[in-house]
């Protein structure tokens, strides 16, 4: 199954391109999270349009993973 890139991935792989073209030594962690997180949500739009809707409760849940929680270091 071969699918487009949206225009948010297009602009990401378009940025990591030119900063790696242009400053081979750069460090890129950046521009390759933007990268993956755009195809990340380009993937995930694609399974939720074809879910049925979502209960309050099971979109509650997804989202939890998503935002992780946080522990505090006692000390």
């Known amino acids: 199954m071969t699918t487009s890139l949206t225009p948010e991935q297009r602009t990401a792989r378009a940025r990591l391109a030119?900063?790696?073209?242009?400053?081979?030594d750069a460090d890129?962690?950046?521009?390759?999270?933007?990268?993956?997180?755009?195809?990340?949500?380009?993937?995930?739009?694609?399974?939720v349009d074809q879910l049925p809707p979502l209960t309050d409760a099971q979109r509650d849940?997804?989202?939890?993973?998503?935002?992780?929680?946080?522990s505090v270091a006692n000390g």
Do not use: D, G, K
């Open 18 to 24: 030119a900063r790696s073209r242009h400053n081979p």
């Open 28 to 47: 890129l962690s950046s521009e390759r999270r933007e990268l993956r997180a755009a195809s990340l949500e380009a993937h995930v739009r694609r399974v």
């Open 61 to 70: 849940r997804i989202a939890t993973l998503l935002r992780p929680q946080r």
